[in-house]
């Protein structure tokens, strides 16, 4: 039996941070002018949008690529507990959307949670590591959302 492209465990958890920040990204960069640029527009709408995307876009790349490595070779106990902070932090940033602060939030805690639940999988305890990823993705599909619709 053969497969058809790489599965989950072959796929690198650094490969996989960033592509949940690459989509976390291009949703940031598609929602944020949106929101910003509909109707009049004033100069410091402007100036406000490409600090607060820079930030985001900033912060997103701290989390995957420094944060979540550490976290996970931390274990997965020290994963768990950051993973849960950040995807709650994600949550209760939704009512900051126009900030584009959901977005990194999200990310870090989708991509700490695909690797706690690959890490589950021998063990059957997908609970948490469900949780983080529900947690993460609904910031993110949320603020999008908020930020399409103004």
Not at 90 to 104: M, V
Not at 133 to 150: P, T
């Amino acid at each position: 039996m053969s497969t058809i492209g790489p599965t989950s465990a072959a796929v690198p958890p650094e490969r996989r941070d960033r592509t949940v920040a690459a989509v976390s990204g291009v949703l940031l960069l598609i929602g944020m002018p949106v929101g910003y640029f509909s109707g009049h527009t004033s100069t410091g709408e402007v100036i406000g949008f490409f600090v607060l995307t820079a930030l985001s876009l900033a912060l997103t790349a701290w989390l995957v690529l420094w944060l979540v490595p550490r976290e996970r070779a931390a274990g997965p106990e020290r994963a768990t507990r950051t993973a849960m902070l950040l995807g709650v932090l994600a949550l209760l940033a939704i009512a900051f959307f126009w900030t584009g602060l959901p977005f990194p939030l999200g990310a870090g805690a989708i991509a700490l949670g695909l690797w706690l639940r690959e890490r589950a999988a021998a063990s059957g305890r997908h609970g948490k590591a469900t949780a983080v990823l529900s947690l993460g993705a609904f910031a993110e599909a949320a603020s999008f959302v908020a930020l399409l619709v103004g």
